[in-house]
């Protein structure tokens, strides 16, 4: 090579590279005033992006109403692509580059476990949106000077197996008067404890489990796990599924598969989803933190009109969610009078707050759910709810919700089966 | 070599090597850990180019090699093995695949060859979702061990390691293997009639490659904490490698540094318009490979008629 | 009975992934280009169709109509932004071709899966069956819509060999495929042709995604999967041989089928892995490949 054109190089090189270093300089001194929080979730999955809009409104609520201690909220958003690794890297950035004083994170178990480490590592109190795996309470409890910054803003999935577990009595034994059951499952971390519990109450509650069907989040094609369910014929299938939703219910709907869904269906919370499954979501019963119209707490009617005003439409679950879990975060540090991260988690732990879905409140360090929201009739319950005719109607806890279940045409009860 | 001595390169290398290393001075956490990943990807690049440059292979499965690397030390590492036995197993795992799958691939001609390394990816990739439970499916696996909880420190590992790797990967290029390389990659045919064994130095380049792909890939795994298909097996990293490559300038080796720094900075700087920055550093890379397809280097380095 | 639902299902699936296959081979063998972004042509047709059917009311011919139109216009887009400036590229020396369109093919289905999970967010949709209801054979309970899409394959692919043995233009693609110079030095204009094929191409992919998004969803995430599918197929079957494509999407849809039934449905993609390796590494040209 010629010697010019090495020299051309050379000076080409290191002008990019400081250029490009130019870009990478720290930025000027930070305006220290607002309280930043962060907000890690993914944009373009339903579940993310309410967690998103749940942690605006909330920021914006509370900083109408002079913010914390004086200083306005600032809420900064990462996209985490529903990835360990990419979530890892946001949190980091949040952290050490945002400085933020707070983090709501995720619905994904996997997700919300890569960053408990990191929580404890860079000591920032940080909270969940709806993962429900018992590990993360599990690491608080077993190691509780370390995990103490981490938080579960919603149920453990084996208390949501409880709920299940309670509600399926009410309504599938006592009002339909079923006796089986077949699980159904992703393969997720937050299903394996919510399976193993549900295994264990289901019987007790009166439905006799006679199969139990775990498939892989990428299937695409149901139809061979509704045949082998079908064959065992259970009076009712107890979903256990967030990751997929669109299609297992569109395809039970096109191949007429004669037995009811109960249980978990992540994406059925959304009110969307009537309009994703051409209304294929007909019948269908899951578990949720509350539907149109219902007033849980003298909260949750005001703030779901906000977000149907901000956004368009009801939010899914883990929009209330995420906004109690930015009250929450706000009230500890408005209490504790500072963003210091230890008094903020002691103040978190204090937290005795009425939201949008029941009164808040967490299991402490001698629970077994430490740092795991309060599951009662007096603290959160969720509710189960049934899409018919494009509506989400609520049918338990039937105290509050007496409305009658009503399923499709292709649906075949016991009672109906005995009739034929 | 005659004309080193002139030449201002190894003058220019030192100077980057010294303002690299005295980074953390200047450079916060945050972009200090930005510059950790670049360099980590600097490697990966680095051994694809000794593979597609000089043996004339296109691999299209670089992140083959990556996750074995990545995903052997932290499985070994969740079944208790101390860190630096997984990283040299998982590099070993790396080139035990990457022969694996060069004995046979090396036999087929064009685009086969091409297609069965990609194939080799999307297998690793359907095993990994497949055995969830074990690997942590398409979420990622978390390692219970890391390199450093400090950003310094994990910097000058992922330096430390470029530059060494930086300096067998290019002394290799201009060695003997790298000449026969070379001419075996330009005209296989003349090449087996001087009596040089194709098939065994391409094997060899494989095995290189497969090294220190394997390496990296351990060490980044342990740097994040979590090994995770999307950031070291995905089909999108193998393209971001081979566009960080061709930007360089392809059969440079050190090109691949340059951009893989300019890629990951790239994809920093549009980080604020969120999902959309896959989308326009992908068509930032198609209109570099269609209107520059010699890269930075190549271009720069270009004029070797005037002599 | 369980063999029926089996036999069923999986023709079902196999046309599905016939028809995929059929277009990532026909360009191939005739253009001899390998079009990495077959999986994003198939969702943004599936989507858009989709999103005309449920937003404005087209239905689901209307929408499907539309979808495979939008996969036509996706397909025209490939070739003109993508695939002809590398040809034409003076800048690319002709050995490194391939790998530069296998390269842009690449990122441009990259492109195209990022910006439709930017509009529609990677939440799978559903185009309305075409058929409504279910049909029962024997003791089988099997959706009409599944046996229209099982119908409507092979009469696309009873079609497209129609045309390439019995028309004019059919028979200058098949020339086109076996000695392109002999064809312009006899003075047929070969970009002509290569028009005729993207067309084609366009159509089999566009309908292709319509219709599983009408059978079993689509996603702006699926694009990756797809493509890896079409071309798992295709390797198997040999690479520019459309019999061949047809069989392999025969036996990978089988075997899928067979394993998710009999052994475990999260097994699924297995054997189609372990009958690639196998291929690879004892006949790598594939079934009915030429090397």
Known sequence: MTIGATWRGAAAILFGLVALAGVARPAAAEDKTPIKIGIIAEESALLGKSIIDGARLAVADINAKGGVNGHQLELVVYDDHSSAADAVRAYQRAVQEDHVSGVVSTFISEVYLALEPWAARLKMPTITAAAASNLITKQVHDDYDKFKYVFEGWLPAPIIAQAVCDSSRDLFVDMLHMKTAAMMSEDADWTTPLDAAQADCLPKAGLQVVDHERFNPDTTDFTPIFSKIEAAQPDVIITGIAHVGVQPTVQWHDQHVPIPMGGNSGQATNPEFWKTTNGAAGGVITQTGTVPGVALTPMTLSVADEFVKATGKFPAFTGFTSYDDVRVLAEAMQRAGSTDPDKVVAEMEKTDMVGTLGHYGFYGRGDTYTHAMRYGPKDVTGVFMQWQDGNQVCIWPRDKCPNPMKFPDFVKTPEQRAAN | ?307 | MLALQILIDGFAISALYGLGAVGFTLMFGVCGVLNLAHGGIMVIAALAGWWVAADYGAGPYGGAAIGVGVGVVASFVTYYAVIRPIQRSRAIPAVEQEIFILTGTLLWGIMLQVGLDYLFSNNPVTMQPLLTGVVRIAEVRVPQNEILIAVLCWSVIGLLSLLVNRTRIGKQILAASINPRALTLLGFELSNIYLVVWTIYGVLAGLAGVLLASFLGASADNAGALTASAFTIVILGGLGSVPGSLIAAYIVGYAETLTAYLIAPTLRPIPALIILVIVIYLRPQGLLGRR
Request: one cysteine or more; proline letters at 4%; a neutral charge.
């Open chain 2, 1 to 307: 070599m005659p004309g080193m001595l002139r030449s201002p390169l190894p003058l220019v290398l030192l100077v980057l090597v010294l303002a690299g290393g005295a980074a953390p001075l200047w450079l916060d956490a945050y972009y200090l850990g930005i510059f950790t990943v670049a360099y980590y990807f600097g490697v990966f690049a680095m051994s694809w180019d000794l593979l597609f440059g000089f043996a004339g292979e296109v691999n299209f499965g670089p992140t083959f090699l990556i996750g074995l690397g990545a995903y052997g030390a932290g499985l070994l590492n969740n079944g208790g093995w101390p860190m630096p036995l997984c990283i040299v197993g998982g590099a070993v795992i790396s080139v035990i695949g990457g022969v694996a799958l060069a004995v046979p691939a090396l036999r087929l001609r064009g685009p086969y060859f091409g297609l069965v390394t990609l194939v080799a990816v999307l297998l690793l990739l359907d095993f990994i979702v497949i055995f969830a439970a074990q690997t942590g499916g398409e979420i990622g696996m978390m390692v219970p061990d890391v390199l450093s909880i400090s950003a310094v420190v994990n910097y000058w590992y992922a330096f430390g390691f470029l530059v060494i790797a930086g300096v067998i990967l290019f002394g290799l290029s201009r060695s003997a293997l790298g000449l026969i390389l070379q001419a075996t990659g330009q005209d296989r045919v003349e090449a087996q009639a001087l009596g040089f064994n194709v098939t065994k130095h391409k094997v060899a380049a494989f095995a290189v490659s497969a090294l220190f792909s394997g390496l990296a890939g351990a060490m980044l795994t342990f740097y994040q904490g979590t090994a995770s298909v999307d950031q070291m097996v995905d089909l999108s990293i193998a393209v971001q490698i081979i566009i960080a490559v061709m930007f360089g300038g392809r059969r440079t080796i050190l090109g691949g540094v340059l951009g893989s720094i300019f890629l990951v900075l790239f994809d920093e700087l549009l980080r604020p318009i969120g999902q959309l920055n896959t989308f326009v550093v992908s068509g930032v890379a198609l209109l570099v490979i269609l209107f520059w397809p010699d890269g930075v280097l190549g271009y720069v380095l270009r004029p070797r008629e005037g002599r």
